[in-house]
């Protein structure tokens, strides 16, 4: 089967509205909009390229930002347009689209203040396919607007696929895991579960998005140290809020160290067009 559909036939099965709900989505979502939240400006124009079930997007739309919804998966879209059509929202976004992140002809040249493309990342294994989605957005982005690239970092994949491993031992062999150390791509070699990732070195991030000339780069590390310890954050926040509330503020006077980005689960890339 072709990568695109194994990633589409995993996003039927998965449930991405819950996903952002448990204790570890919620952290997620948190942070990347207090990291993006510098950015966010009434009536400016943002394609969520990877939307999803629209989790970000709404919280875009209640901030009086105007939107396009792009996935590439049919039942995403869907999703997305009944959660602002039960929002009352619906006249926030201009279009909710199918579509593969590597091709958005569809989409008018020099058209958003911001690209936010929080999913697409994860799963483009062909360098091909990332130089063609990379440059796809840098088209649709204004000159002088802001692109924000969601990614994984190796290191803390490498991490994550030990879980996956011993829960899930038909998707992880050795040769599964060296692949994930050497080039960062992952493989799935069962059906089930995250397909066909790819999961940078800082360095590798830095310079593919340098050369496309990106400027004013920087990374943030939406995780850090609460990277699987979400729950435990979670029943902290229940019982003592003073120091949940140290340990948020620890963590993002952390996010933009490059150490601690390579160890912190999701992250963050930012530029200028």
Not at 44 to 57: E, F, M, T, V
Not at 79 to 84: G, H, N
Request: net charge neutral; aromatic share 10%; hydrophobic share 40%.
């Amino acid at each position: 089967m072709h990568t695109f559909e194994k990633i589409k036939q995993y996003y039927h099965h998965s449930d991405e509205w819950s996903r952002l709900d448990a204790p570890a989505g919620q952290i997620e979502k948190q942070e990347v909009l207090h990291i993006l939240k510098p950015y966010l400006k009434e009536r400016i124009r943002i394609l969520d390229l990877g939307s999803g079930p629209g989790k970000y997007a709404l919280e875009f739309a209640r901030m009086g930002c105007k939107l396009d919804l792009v996935d590439l998966s049919e039942k995403l879209i869907a999703e997305a347009r009944d959660k602002f059509r039960e929002g009352n929202m619906e006249n926030s976004v201009g279009q909710f689209s199918v579509g593969n992140a590597t091709d958005i002809s569809f989409l008018a040249s020099n058209t958003y203040d911001i690209v936010f493309c929080c999913g697409p990342f994860y799963h483009l294994v062909e360098e091909k396919d990332r130089i063609m989605a990379a440059r796809e957005i840098i088209r649709v982005c204004k000159k002088g607007g802001i692109i924000a690239i969601g990614f994984i970092p190796r290191f803390s994949a490498l991490a994550g696929i030990l879980n996956r491993a011993a829960g899930n031992p038909d998707q992880v062999d050795a040769s599964v895991f060296r692949e994930i150390a050497e080039s960062g791509i992952f493989r799935n070699k069962s059906m089930q579960g995250f397909q066909e990732g790819y999961f940078p070195t800082l360095s590798e991030m830095k310079k593919f998005w340098t050369d496309l000339k990106l400027h004013d780069i920087k990374t943030v590390s939406s995780r850090g140290f609460i990277y699987q310890n979400e729950t435990v954050l979670m029943k902290i926040k229940s019982v003592n809020h003073a120091l949940y509330e140290t340990v948020i503020e620890t963590h993002r006077d952390l996010a933009d160290k490059d150490t601690y980005v390579e160890a912190g689960g999701h992250a963050l890339l930012i530029g200028k067009k």
